[in-house]
């Protein structure tokens, strides 16, 4: 914490300069550059000591945010650049820590933000009190006291828009801890005036317009009113709306805050009922009558205005009618009545509204006083927060009697401000045992006498002329001052006798000029008897009285004829002069805390820094006044420890820790950088610093060292870092190192593990191998042993027993058993033989398997046995025909269809007997050779294909065809010379007989002949060629064949289907390439 106070302070980063007693030079002219660089970087806060200066930035900085409430909550006032929250937190803690109570002092002039400044302080103080369901309620109640006052106590004015029209000073009471328990509330001379009119461009109270605005339309109708502003006379109407002012919406949050606060809802509703009661009442008019008498009377123009204010306030008619024309004058038990003028009817009419507003206003502030009213009993600490208006100087001679008095005001908070100053300045030289020095310094209490003074004062005065019976004007009012006053070196007149201002022409003789300290004021005379008097009629008051609208009544009780009083009420004069003086006792108990608010500029604009407003306003605020006190002697002042841990780099028994106390750490460091004694003096708790070069040159040299230290930490750190980053990596280094090795270790470790047990698994092996060698040598060699010794064994029994067996019985008996299983299977085998044909497939099963081949031996010698059989029975003959047989199977069987007709033909050969008929002896004859085959063909003619039937011979060697009927041989052709046979596949008979080329008996070409026997006749013809040629001849067994007629090639072709002779085969010649043959 001690460091952060070192680093952060108001003299960090500073524009400008944050403190003005630390201004150099100090004039006028660098207060206001000051301000205006500081301004100009949006610096609006400014301390001149323990003042804070505010500059209204006329926008909204972000510099009120709970964040920086919680920067500034509970730290030392000089710790961060200037602020307001710095002088709150500071008010409020030495309010809860040090039992003190506080006021802060809010002046300026109109628009400089004295009202913005005391929300704000507020509510930082709101920010930072203690919290709590009851806690809270109060502060809400607290902080929404301020719309509602704003609402009927604030309007717009050509300098401020939302500008205070009252005085307000509110006591916030807190309990021991500084939680707040409640509030007081006293307001100041309320601008009444205003209800009735208002200077060019400004408005009536925003109430007004708020209600117009923001209220139902059933609202309004209750109220008897009507929207539209320009239906009222009191409503200034040049500027009715303001810009970025949303009345209707304002008027919402109002009713709302009076809900917090804790007002009913009839006393809401009583209150807006007043309210339009004094605007209706702008809205009676008044006409002249005369009465024969001569006397001026006046007489109200439309009564239906009247009419519904009665209704509203619940007043008669008649009654209320009477007051605006009569006036009862009361003097020792006489009552004299007088009628009014028109001029006196508007008179009393505007008395009347003006009255009821600030009657209204005052019961408002009672009736929120009694809902924010501490609850307890126990001591409390108070906070004030004062928000008044500040000197008011209007130009020439348009200051009236309210100026004057607020002046007054400003003039009494001037002279408690410098009494307090100085006051405090003087405590703590004393306090710290400074020697004092006196310090020059103007003192206004003179002009607070010239208006004050019980005898003398003009406020006295004032009063004294509205009491004197007689005439009485401003006129002789001013007279009077001229008189007494004359001599008093700040009253300026030109009427007064010995004047020095006779020749003045700037002072109009209507004016007095007053020098106040903030500068000269000159004031219009006119007006300040009848304010002072603040005159209502009684007749009017009585009239409010006898209402039956409860606020109304409570609101006039001088009216109640009961209490009927003859002294006339004290005046506006010594009203105000006696609430200022409570005031200021009040004040004077606190520990006080200023708040100098300025405006920047006349036009309400943001970034606008006018010098000559602001040079005017520092003039009568008294700023530079103000600094020079705090300066007379000593400009700085710092406690020893602040000081020490601010400067302490400074020297070297400082740095870097101060062993002993901070007073004496401080004088070393003051004696180490050789300043000059004069320039400074020690306190008891505090250095005092003479000139703010001083601290400029400190500070000058804390910068410089702060560099160095930079730089020396910066090294410091570079190295730590370095060498905690180098640490860091070195121990790493060892962990990687070390988890490494032990992993190399391990790996070699397994390795060496895994080898060894390699190793140990080959010996183990050998060795296991090696006795399983020996155990199996040693097992064989016990075998060998029981085998040698077993067959020893039989030895030597079989030579024992030898002589009891026959050697080979079981050769012989094996033997023996053969021939007998072979004896009986044979016998078995004759007993089932199959019969001898050789089809006979049949063969007895096999008894014993080694006997298979045997058997199978048997089969086949048995089946040529029997074949031998069947074929010795067989004659020459037949042998000859079943070898012919044999042979035309081989050829036939599965070429030819005709072949299976043929096998049950038994081969005759000669089917003609040549030799028993007598026809053919003459054949005989010729044929000297035996005849193989003698039968009946039908040759097909080669041209027509007509058969014509021929003997058909074959001999040894030849074959011969002769003519049936008479025997001759028409062809004979060697068997040398046949060449081939060819046949169909057909069933048909049909064949040809080829002729070798350039034989004899090719001339006429190849025999195409038709044979029942045809099988036979080809078989035959094979064979006898092949026994006498040794040739065997070709037979061509195909359904399209080539024959050769004569030159011819003619190709015979079958065709089968043709039904046309039955089952005859016919022959046609088609041409001479194509004879065909049709087969069944
Ligand atoms: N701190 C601030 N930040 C932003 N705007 C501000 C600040 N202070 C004042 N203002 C602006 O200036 C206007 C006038 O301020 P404010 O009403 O506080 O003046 P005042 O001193 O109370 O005047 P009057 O004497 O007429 O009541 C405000 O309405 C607001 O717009
Ligand atoms: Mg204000």
Redesign the pocket.
């Known amino acids: 914490m001690a460091k952060m106070e070192a680093k952060t302070s108001l003299l960090d980063n500073m524009i400008g300069v944050g403190d003005m007693v630390l201004l150099e030079p100090l004039d006028e002219d660098s207060f206001i550059n000051n301000l205006k660089k500081r301004f100009d970087h949006n610096e ?1 806060y400014t301390y001149i000591g323990s003042v804070v200066i ?1 500059i ?6 972000p510099i009120y945010s709970p964040e920086k409430v919680e920067e500034y909550r509970n730290r030392n006032f000089y710790e961060l650049s200037p602020h307001i929250f710095a002088l709150s937190d500071e008010a409020y803690r030495s309010l809860r820590d040090q039992d003190k109570d506080q006021c802060i002092l809010i002046t ?10 005391s929300k ?1 302080v507020m509510s930082y103080v709101a920010a930072v009190c203690g919290k709590g369901a009851e806690v809270n309620q109060v502060k809400e109640q607290l902080l929404q006291s301020n719309p509602v006052l704003e609402a009927f106590g ?1 309007a717009k ?1 050509v ?6 029209r009252f005085g307000k000073y509110m006591d916030i009471e807190f309990d021991f801890k500084g939680d707040p328990l409640g509030g007081v509330i006293s307001n100041y001379l309320l601008e009444k005036s205003r209800v009735v009119k208002q200077p060019r461009g400004e408005r009536n109270f925003h109430i007004f317009y708020q209600i117009l605005s923001g209220a139902s339309e059933d609202f309004l109708c209750e109220l008897k009113l009507e929207r539209d502003f320009s239906r009222y006379n009191y409503l200034g109407l040049d500027s009715a709306h303001v810009n970025g002012v949303d009345d209707a919406a304002n008027f919402r949050t109002v009713r709302n805050a009076m809900q917090i606060v804790g007002f009913m809802d009839h006393e809401t509703q009583s209150v807006f009922e007043v309210v339009a009661a004094v605007l209706k009442l702008g809205n009676i008019e008044f006409k002249p009558e005369s009465r024969v008498n001569g006397l001026d009377e006046s007489k109200i123009k439309d009564k239906n205005e009247l009419k519904e204010i009665c209704e509203l306030t619940g007043i008669d008619q008649s009654v209320l009618e009477r007051a605006f024309s009569f006036r009862t004058v009361e003097a020792k038990q006489e009552k004299v009545s007088t009628t009014l003028n028109v001029a006196q009817a508007y008179y009393a009419r505007d008395a009347l509204a003006k009255n009821l507003y600030s009657r209204l206003f005052s019961w408002l502030v009672t009736r929120i006083n009694e809902s924010i009213k501490a609850q307890t009993k126990v001591r409390k600490k108070v906070m004030g927060v004062l ?1 008044i ?2 000197f008011e100087i209007f130009e020439s001679a348009d200051n009236s009697f309210e100026q004057f008095i607020i002046n007054y005001c400003n003039e009494k908070l001037q002279q408690i401000f410098i009494e307090l100053t100085l006051k405090e300045e003087q405590e703590e030289y004393i306090r710290e045992g400074i020697e004092w020095t006196h310090i020059e310094y103007f003192n206004n209490a003179i002009i607070c006498d010239l208006i004050e003074n019980n005898q003398t004062g003009i406020l006295a005065m004032l009063d004294e002329e509205c009491l004197r019976p007689g005439t009485v004007t401003d006129e002789t009012f001013l007279e009077k001052l001229n008189q007494v006053c004359a001599t008093h070196q700040h009253f300026e007149s030109r009427m007064s006798k010995c004047s020095r201002f006779l020749n003045d022409t700037s002072l109009p003789h209507s004016c007095f000029r007053i020098q106040h300290y903030a500068g000269k004021v000159m004031y219009q005379v006119e007006g300040f008897v009848d304010k002072n008097n603040d005159l209502l009629y009684r007749d009017l008051s009585q009239a409010m009285w006898k209402a039956s609208h409860s606020l109304i009544k409570a609101l006039f009780p001088e009216g109640n004829p009961a209490k009927i009083n003859l002294k006339r009420p004290p005046t506006a004069g010594s009203q105000f002069k006696a609430s200022v003086a409570t005031l200021m006792k009040n004040l004077q108990t606190k520990n006080p805390n200023y708040i100098r ?1 300025i405006k920047p500029n006349d036009k ?1 604009a943001a970034h606008v820094f006018n010098d000559a407003l602001v040079c005017h306003q520092i003039r009568y605020l008294g700023l530079l006044e103000n600094v020079r006190v705090r300066r007379a002697g000593y400009a700085f002042r710092q406690a020893y420890e602040p000081c020490l841990e601010r400067y302490k780099m400074l020297c070297r028994q400082t740095w870097p820790h101060w062993r002993g106390a901070a007073r004496a750490g401080v004088e070393v460091l003051f004696n180490e950088l050789e300043i000059p004694e004069e320039e400074f003096s020690f306190g008891r708790s505090k250095i005092f610093i003479r000139n703010p070069r001083t601290l400029f040159k400190l500070e000058d040299l804390r910068k410089q060292r702060l560099e160095d230290l930079a730089t020396l930490i910066e090294k410091i750190y570079r190295g730590w870092k370095c060498r905690t980053r180098f640490l860091l990596m070195k121990k790493s280094q060892i962990v990687i190192a070390s988890w490494y090795r032990r992993y190399a270790q391990q790996k070699k470790y397994q390795k060496t593990k895994s080898s060894a047990v390699t190793v140990q698994s080959y010996i183990r092996g050998w060795k296991a191998r090696k006795l399983l060698r020996e155990l199996k040598h040693q097992k064989r060699c016990n075998e060998a042993a029981t085998i040698i010794a077993a067959y020893w064994h039989g030895t030597q029994v079989r030579r024992e027993y030898r002589k009891f067996f026959r050697a080979n019985a079981g050769r012989k008996i094996y033997e023996f058993t053969l021939q007998r299983i072979m004896q009986k299977y044979f016998l078995e085998m004759k007993k089932k033989m199959p019969s001898l044909s050789p089809i006979d497939k049949n063969w007895p099963a096999r008894p014993y398997l080694f006997l298979d081949s045997t058997h199978k031996e048997l089969k086949r010698i048995f089946h040529l046995w029997r074949c031998k059989k069947y074929r010795d029975q067989f004659t020459d003959q037949q042998k000859l025909i079943y070898e012919e047989k044999l042979e035309a199977s081989e050829l036939f069987k599965d070429k030819k269809a005709l072949y299976p007709a043929s096998v049950g033909q038994p081969f005759q050969g000669a089917y003609l007997e040549i030799g028993k008929n007598p026809k053919y002896k003459k054949l005989k004859d010729a044929v000297d050779e035996k005849i193989i085959i003698a039968e009946v063909v039908n040759k097909i003619n080669r041209a027509n294909g007509k058969a014509t039937s021929r003997i058909f011979l074959l001999t040894k060697n030849n074959v011969l065809l002769a003519d049936q009927k008479s025997g001759n041989i028409k062809s004979e052709v060697p068997l040398g010379d046949v060449a081939k046979v060819s046949m169909s596949s057909q069933n048909d008979g049909f064949f040809a007989v080829h002729l070798k080329e350039g034989s004899g008996a090719a001339g006429k070409g190849d025999f195409l002949l038709s044979s029942d026997h045809l099988i036979e006749m080809a078989t035959k013809l094979y064979r006898t060629t092949l026994s006498q040629t040794k040739q065997k001849l070709n037979i061509e067994i195909a359904d399209e064949f080539l024959v050769q007629f004569r030159q011819d090639k003619v190709c015979v072709k079958f065709i089968q289907g043709s039904q046309k002779n039955g089952n005859i085969p016919t022959c046609k010649r088609k041409n001479n390439r194509l004879l065909e043959v049709a087969v069944p």
């Open positions: 609006v505010s209204n930035p006329y926008r909204s900085l300026g002039e109109s628009g400089a933000g004295k009202t913005e400044a704000l604030n004015t300098r401020n828009d939302n500008s205070s928000d208006y500040g608010c309400k």
